[in-house]
């Protein structure tokens, strides 16, 4: 089993930066990918970005350029700078991990707020 435990959120105003973090505790040597996903009031929960254990990362559009994922493998920790942040961007962000098996693994998520 792994737990997955998000910090970072908060109330920031548009133009803003926030890093969120996600630690990783149990199971850790079995897991490979890991990311944020996140869900607006009354939308979907959608993928935003994703980093392999060897640093390959993945971004949605409306956040290239923007948002940075990292991971940190000693700490079994995954990051997500973000920076120039929008109203559009409010949500509550997800930590997701994927083990060797693909079997998913998610935090209880963080809120983000962006003010105009």
């Known amino acids: 089993q792994v737990q997955l435990e998000e910090s970072g959120g908060g109330l920031v105003q548009a133009g803003g930066s926030l890093r969120l973090s996600c630690a990783a505790s149990g199971s850790t040597f079995s897991i490979n990918n890991m990311g944020w996903y996140r869900q607006a009031p009354g939308q979907q929960r959608e993928f935003v970005a994703s980093?392999?254990?060897?640093?390959?990362?993945n971004y949605v559009d409306s956040v290239k350029g923007r948002f940075t994922i990292s991971r940190d493998n000693a700490k079994n920790t995954v990051y997500l700078q973000m920076n120039s942040l929008k109203p559009e961007d409010t949500a509550v962000y997800y930590c997701k991990a994927w083990n060797i098996m693909l079997r998913e693994y998610w935090g209880q998520g963080t809120q983000v707020t962006v003010s105009s």
């Open positions: 980093i392999s254990r060897g640093g390959n990362s």
